[in-house]
């Protein structure tokens, strides 16, 4: 009996770790949106986050193409790459289309077999910026006391880094209710205990940092597992941390909060599940906007005669290549 158990608990196991293991994921994705009711006779700006590929994802762009000529640009802080428009002319309504062919890689960063790294040099300008706070991600105070009480004992980079992980994993909780959540402000994150994946990311980067760990954000879309096509309600988000040796180590805290089975499995892996965007915060656009940086740069960002405009309707989908809905594009 307990070696009939034994061999249904080694099954069990060897079939966990293969639904968390996927090493790639070929899909198409549509980016669309929509500017309604805009004025007449204003000047019109249209800045778009377009993917590009890295050492995790492959994109391909099938076609990009609006009510207004498109033009390519990046901005500076991260290399983001955007897609710009504008006009003083604007119709009143204005759609906006890209499609893109993606394969996303499994990225494992901590000694398993992972064909798709980063490489592991960090140069001095790059950890600067990514040990530096963000307007909403402050490196002093609450963050960096929680960061000291966390890591009491600790020495290792690793192992300052996981002990902040498995704080944030612990204390917040993913409640998208109420007011405050979703704009990824440490201080809300730190009172209220709980948010959605850029609150949880946040904090971890803040606390990361003040204790000299280079961090960075991450944003993009998530794909469900379980379907091979459909409409993405919203953004996901995640985060890296850097080791001097090791390089850039992915973690995922609110999809492991989701699924505690795959707490260590996301300390140190993201799956093939998303489709990355844009790097950073406090993004200031090319050509620049009129407002205030951005705070992630995910959705497109409209600005009428220099000031935002939120009348934007928003329509992003997915299909696996191999999907009726995905050959028949």
Known sequence: MLRNICILSSLFLTFTLSTFAQDSRHFTFH?????????????????????????FQEVKVISAHGDLPLTKAAESKYGNQIYYAETNSAQPEMHFDVQYDVVRHERLGLGQSAPHTIAVALSSTERHQDLQPDSLVPITGLPADLAVKVTQGKTQP?????????????????????????????????????GNCTDFHSLFIAMARSQGLPARFEIGFPLPPDKHSGEIAGYHCWSDFYVDGKGWIPVDISEAWKHPEKRDYFFGAHDVNRMQ???????????TQGGKPLNYFVYPYVE?????????ALAFSFADADSPVATRQ
Not at 277 to 287: C, I, K, Q, T, V
Not at 304 to 312: A, K, L, S, T, Y
């Open 277 to 287: 965007f844009s790097l950073g915060r406090d993004l200031s656009l090319n050509p």
């Open 304 to 312: 009428v005669d220099g000031r935002e405009f939120p009348n934007v």
């Open 31 to 55: 980016y669309g949106f929509t500017v309604r009711n805009l004025p007449a006779g204003k000047r019109v700006r249209i800045w778009i986050p377009a993917a590009q590929s890295d050492s």
């Open 158 to 194: 690793l192992d300052k880094a996981r002990a902040i992980y498995d704080y944030v994993f612990t204390t917040m909780r993913y409640d998208k209710t109420g007011i405050g959540w979703g704009h990824g402000d440490v201080l809300y994150a730190c009172d209220a205990k709980k």
